[in-house]
């Protein structure tokens, strides 16, 4: 072989080896972009786990949710941040969907909990009286989402049920 014919050799073994790294990289990528929507995937489920954990611990964030009777200041308080906290959760969400962190199934599943955090009138008037401290984009979803919503009944077949 000449000097010649070496050289196309070695330009043909050059560029095979060029498309072998190309396709491990981009197994690499796919491998990681999926291990990044675990996570965010994990992350989301923890958070939401917590949420219904208060429930559990603090019982009376329902009634200050959904009773006819005016709860206390500290009531008020204690839903007020229980709503802020769920709602920066469902923020952060959003964020990584916006991002393409979080696939659109997920983001829909963990969205629709908006219905239940804001089903209540008073859960309503604290958002109003808080949404102004979270990203503008989020609140304008959350306000076209929910504008024309009924509430949720859910506390009222709750204390229904025997």
């Known amino acids: 072989m000449t000097l010649e014919e070496w050289s196309y050799v070695s330009q043909i073994v050059g560029v095979v080896l ?7 990289l981009a197994v ?10 675990s ?18 611990d603090f019982p ?6 959904s009773g006819t009777e005016v709860p206390s200041f500290e009531e008020k308080t204690q839903l ?11 923020e952060h969400e959003w964020l990584q969907y916006e991002a393409g962190a979080l696939d659109g ?12 955090i804001l089903g209540t009138p008073r859960a309503r008037e604290l958002w ?8 503008e984009g989020f609140v304008s979803m959350v306000a076209e989402m929910t504008k024309e919503v009924p509430l949720t009944d859910f506390w009222r077949r709750l204390e229904a049920i025997d």
């Open 28 to 37: 690499q990528v796919r491998q990681g972009t999926q291990l990044l929507l």
């Open 60 to 65: 009376g964030l329902g009634r200050s949710m």
């Open 105 to 116: 199934d997920a983001w829909l599943s963990y969205r629709d909990v908006i219905y239940f």
């Open 128 to 135: 109003a009286l808080c949404s102004g401290y979270f990203h």
């Open 18 to 24: 060029v498309v072998i790294t190309l396709v491990y």
């Open 80 to 90: 007020m941040f229980w709503i802020i906290a769920q709602m920066r959760a469902r």
């Open 39 to 56: 996570e965010a995937r994990q992350v989301a489920l923890t958070t939401d786990q917590g949420g219904v954990y208060k429930f559990i």
